[in-house]
């Protein structure tokens, strides 16, 4: 079993920056890939950027390449997301989720991910 705790959500204004952190309990986290999804009010939960076990594989969405940045400690048994040049459009409820590897490729959905977070608030002005 693995829990996870988000934190480092805020109000930031347009075109500054943040880093979520993700912490986990459970020793197997440290072999399950992780990702971050994010759900603006009255959208679908979306897919924002996951990483493979090793840190050796990334993906991001097309909507937050070039300004986002995954990480992971697995020594602090944590993921970090840090998020540039935010935008309006970035305002939303960012979930942290990990679980058991479905496949070679990292999950883009979220019934991928068997483990979830409750969720950091962001919000950026614009």
């Known amino acids: 079993q693995v829990q996870l705790v988000e934190s480092g959500g805020g109000l930031v204004q347009a075109g500054g920056s943040l880093r979520l952190s993700c912490a986990a309990s459970?020793?197997?986290?440290?072999?399950?890939?992780a990702a971050w999804f994010r759900q603006a009010p009255g959208k679908e939960r979306e897919f924002v950027a996951a990483i493979s076990w090793d840190s050796g594989t990334t993906e991001y969405a097309d909507s937050v390449k070039g300004r986002f940045t995954i990480s992971r400690d697995n020594a602090k048994n944590t993921v970090y997301l840090q998020m540039n040049s935010l935008k309006p459009e970035d305002t939303a409820v960012y979930f942290c989720a990990s679980g058991p590897s479905r496949g070679l490729r990292l999950g883009t959905q979220p019934n991928e991910y068997d483990y979830w977070g409750q969720g950091t608030q962001v919000t950026v002005s614009s």
């Open positions: 459970g020793r197997t986290f440290t072999f399950y890939p």
